[in-house]
């Protein structure tokens, strides 16, 4: 198994296996109740998020493309508005309803203020990451993970990320990543942000 850089080419694949990632998740499930739209809208989003990540950070995927971690450079909030509408997002009130779309700028909203309270400046965002369930077990999120570890590491920065599953975030404790924050999210629940310092390679 090879971690490689993806490119827009993986992008139709890279999608629908990081929905697969979080059919229950947290967010969504708030977001949109009903299961099977819920799973259609959830695709569409992560298709976002790499399309997102493709053009503005690094995407990494496995040599199956299974999975996917999306990793941006920042020194700021590290997704824009402006961004987000370059990337088709701009759809989501249309796809998704304005109800949720309602609900998640609120819930970025909150994030974004959550993440400029502990990054101030240059640092990585550790955006996304999944792989699809079948091929769990396998090591390739722990190979993602570290590929963009590596990445920061090189350029002497802190990795950042949030989390609204506890799972994950013990998971990222493993890797170097701290709990800066706990708190909760009216209507989705407790939510970790982490951030993991620059580590000197050898």
């Known amino acids: 198994m090879n971690i490689v850089r993806a490119t827009e080419a993986d992008r139709k694949v890279l999608g629908p296996a990081l929905a697969n ?14 299961p099977r739209r819920r799973q259609k809208m959830v ?6 998020v790499v399309a997102y990540g493709l053009r503005y950070g690094v995407v990494f995927t496995d040599d199956r493309k299974v999975s996917a971690s999306v990793i941006l450079p920042t020194d700021g909030p590290g997704v824009t508005v402006s961004r987000m509408l370059r990337t088709g997002l701009w759809q989501a009130p249309f796809r998704a309803g304005w109800g949720a779309f309602r609900k998640f700028l609120r819930f970025s909203s909150q994030m974004e203020a959550i993440h400029r309270r502990h990054m101030t400046g240059p640092h990585y965002l550790q955006l996304s990451i999944g792989v699809d369930p079948p091929a769990h077990g396998l090591g390739i999120g722990s190979a993602l993970l570290t590929a963009g570890t590596d990445l920061a590491d090189e350029a002497g920065l802190a990795c950042y990320t949030e989390t609204l599953l506890e799972r994950s ?31 000197a390679r050898t």
């Open 169 to 199: 975030m013990e998971w990222h404790t493993r890797f170097g990543y701290a709990v800066v924050e706990e708190t909760n999210v009216p209507g989705v629940g407790p939510i970790w942000a982490m951030v993991r310092e620059p580590r």
């Open 21 to 34: 990632a979080f059919p229950d998740h947290p967010l969504y499930r708030w977001m949109i109740a009903e």
């Open 43 to 48: 695709s569409w989003i992560e298709d976002r």
